[in-house]
């Protein structure tokens, strides 16, 4: 019998923030809320992956060419900041590595001896993984299937030398400024003192240009939102009608983030399994945060995380940040 998912029967869960759980239990948890919400960690199945590779390719979608632009004007140094000097890096760690097109970049400047992926997209991570093999045939490459936001085993040990975390493409933003914090408390120990990070950061900016970015003309990033109710039906035998739903996109200035919801068109009930979940007209299900911070308020959450702040890099319009820590 179907019943009615009822708010504060589970765990709160907002945008950014993850579960303990699953796909389905976190699905259910965060559409059982008072503010309906889904973790956009859950975007990247293999058509989500693809939809976000198109995204890095709009025009609107300056992030993925400000951090490619800046990364290349200044690879030297940033290899130097992040290099031991005169010898190999030891390990290089990334998260969030996609489809690895910033990550061979720092592999050929920093040339590791072990190459870590870290990512939840296995489609992602495997097509990376395969290019880069055949790229770098030196390299031992050991990619990890994971959730980044839980407790992760790496295979670390096998490189001596120093650590580099890598976070590019300001994956940190679509996390909350606490869960950003706990993130990078994580990684100053898996790094250990004197460890190097490299993390990409948007911006604060006009507003304009940042609703532009969230809201392409030709519509992707709409596809890649609604794709989450399309998952949701695939893999958990849900009933949404993605027709039913309008991505909407905003910058709320006062949190400094983008938000993104699907929002219901119509008064409306969907099924997941033994779940009924009711939405009014104009109800909104909270799937995205997107932080946008200044150099200085960046450098203070990684300074109240034990980093101290090395090296800030900028593209040519100061659009996007590459911020380079070390761990004390
Ligand atoms: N680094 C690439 C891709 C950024 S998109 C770039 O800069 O263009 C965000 C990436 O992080 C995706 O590949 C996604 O699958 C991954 N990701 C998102 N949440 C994750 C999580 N909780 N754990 C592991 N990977 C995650
Ligand atoms: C991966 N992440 C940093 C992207 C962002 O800009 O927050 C995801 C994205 N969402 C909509 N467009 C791109």
């Not at 309008?246 to 949190?255: I, V």
Request: hydrophobic share 40%.
């Amino acid at each position: 019998m179907a019943r009615d998912a009822r708010p504060g029967g589970a765990a709160r869960l907002g945008a950014g923030e993850v579960g303990p759980n699953g796909f389905r239990e976190d699905v259910i948890a965060g559409l059982s809320q008072p503010q309906k919400a889904l973790p956009p960690k859950y975007f990247y199945d293999a058509r989500g992956s693809r939809l976000f590779e198109a995204i890095c390719r709009l025009k609107e979608y300056y992030p993925t060419r400000s951090e490619l632009a800046l990364t290349r004007a200044h690879l030297g140094e940033i290899a130097r900041f992040a290099g031991t000097r005169g010898s190999r890096a030891g390990a290089l760690i990334e998260y969030g590595s996609g489809d690895g097109v910033k990550s061979r970049l720092l592999i050929e400047a920093l040339r590791p001896a072990a190459y870590i992926p870290v990512d939840i997209s296995g489609d992602a991570l495997r097509g990376a993984a395969a290019k880069l093999r055949r790229l770098y045939p030196w390299l031992d490459i050991r990619p990890v299937h994971g959730d980044f936001s839980r407790p992760l085993k790496l295979p670390v040990a096998l490189a001596k030398g120093r650590r580099v975390v890598y976070f590019p493409g300001s994956t940190i933003g679509n996390l909350t400024p606490e869960a950003a914090h706990a993130f990078l408390r994580m990684t100053r120990g898996q790094v250990g003192r004197g460890g190097a990070m490299l993390v990409g950061v948007d911006l604060k900016k006009d507003a304009a240009l940042l609703h532009a970015a969230y809201n392409d003309a030709r519509g992707v990033t709409a596809a890649f939102n609604l794709n989450l109710l399309a998952r949701i039906n695939r893999e958990l035998g849900g009933d949404f009608k993605p027709r039913r739903f309008r991505h909407y996109a905003f910058y709320n200035p006062t949190l400094g983030r983008i938000e993104m919801h699907l929002v219901s068109l119509v008064r409306q009930a969907v099924n997941i399994g033994n779940y009924r979940f009711s939405f009014e007209a104009g109800e909104s299900i909270h799937t995205e945060n997107s932080y946008k911070y200044s150099i200085e308020g960046f450098r203070a959450l990684a300074k109240s995380a034990g980093f101290k702040g090395g090296k800030t890099w900028l593209d040519s319009k100061g659009l996007f940040a590459l911020h380079g820590l070390v761990a004390v």
